[in-house]
């Protein structure tokens, strides 16, 4: 019997965009079953066109910066595409698969993506605001897959 894992997918920032998919497709990889969870700002994840996903210098403690910068600093006009232009560029050198790219492997490896109803609703998004193959369910129909799941993760 195949191994189960099951995560959630609540932030639509560059940086928490990542490990969601990469997670996923090395489990499926690894001929795992895995489904996605998308809620609230993880449903951006979802979207058609995600190569503007940003990365938010602000409150980001741990985000590695080339010099120190005060908070304030953090906050000013233009801070925001900084960062996600030198996030962008360091992942590319470094050979890292874009999040579209991701996302397409996980795909074709058979990861389920669920679309969370509740919030799609709350945020007046349309089914055609995703990508094709998204399912849409509850955290009812989530949790059945998740209470059987060996390995469950919040991100």
Partial sequence: MAKK???????GTLDMAYPPFILASTAAALDWEVQIFFTFYGLQLLRRDI???KLSPLGNPAMPMPVPLPVFAQMLPGMEAMATMMMN???KAKGVASL???????????V??????M???LFDFKNSDFLDGVEYGGAATFLDFAGESDVCLFI
Avoid: N, P, W, Y
Avoid at 100 to 110: D, I, N
């Fill in 5 to 11: 894992m099951a995560l959630i997918a609540t932030k």
């Fill in 51 to 53: 190569s503007d996903i």
């Fill in 89 to 91: 560029a360091k992942l």
């Fill in 100 to 110: 579209t790219e991701l996302r397409a492997l996980c795909q074709e490896a058979g």
């Fill in 112 to 117: 389920k993506f669920i679309a969370c109803q």
């Fill in 119 to 121: 919030t799609v609703d």
